[in-house]
């Protein structure tokens, strides 16, 4: 099959590129996307929406690019989705919702095998030099939270990351109200991101959390909770987009216990590429002899040996 893009990775044969959409070939899903100027979404080549007239056309590399362009997902084709890979939500409908309960309630973490694509998580990590996307970037040494720097996207989310929140919110709100009732705390969270979201509003808190994280040789993470008001979710998600071993060393994500009369307990995830952490945000319930007691967790990153660390946090309350 010929390939669209030249030698530079990124000019695209529009020639070839309009054929395939013309011909609404599956071959170059993945290859590209088309975005539409008079629709304002992009599609994949295969389609199968109304043809758009060719002088309104544009073509792209990646969907990270039509993304910062302004384009949004064709939600007829699914174009978010990389070539041969279900949509975000189909990913995680699929994943064993009922052990990962079990791992986060035991050990206040439940990792997965990569749920992103090797393609995603690269677009993920050029999106970090586009400043237009974030709301507000943290320099670690400044404010000694340790080495490295962190921003805040801003709304609207990029569409992948939109997705994964939104997702993966209604698995875990079940969760996270049977923690809260072994807890015997009152606060319940209802069904929906979106519901939450309105609670969090409510409360003073409309900036969004999602964050992209970059650490160089030397960087780390210091313990601590990410807590931005009074409405706060129980469990957040972290998603490595380098490949830990290949793109750096060390840089492992740690979580640290403090359980009541008794000494701290630490957990070390290594990760993987594409793969998702959810874990606790403040406290979890914890079974002992006389029922359920709370359990204080924070969580932070060892220090980065070698190369370079990026990863995506999914926090699902808002902050003020």
Known sequence: MPAVLMNDSSAIDETLAWAAVEARDRRFDGQFVYAVRTTGVYCRPSCPSRLPLRRNVEFYSAIDLAQAAGFRACRRCGSTAVHGVASIASRLATLDWAALER???????????????????????????????????????????????????????????AELREHAYPHLAPIANRWAEALGKKERFPAKLAEFLAECAEAGQTKPTPLLLRYEADGYNCLHQDIYGDVAFPIQLLVFLNEPGVDYTGGEFVL?????????????????????????????????TRGFYRVNVRHGVSRVRSGLRHTLGVIFHNAR
């Open 103 to 161: 791992s986060l309630t035991q050990h206040g973490y439940a990792a997965t095998a990569p749920v992103l694509a090797r393609e995603e998580c690269e677009a993920l990590v050029r999106l970090y030099a586009d400043s237009t996307r974030f709301r507000a970037r943290v320099d670690m040494a400044r404010h000694r939270f340790g080495e490295g720097e962190y921003k805040y996207l801003s709304d609207p989310l990029p569409e992948l990351i």
């Open 256 to 288: 640290v216990e403090q359980r009541p009369r008794a000494q701290s307990a630490v957990e070390i995830v290594p990760g993987v590429q594409g793969g998702l952490v959810f874990f606790t945000t403040r406290e979890r319930p914890a079974r002992g």
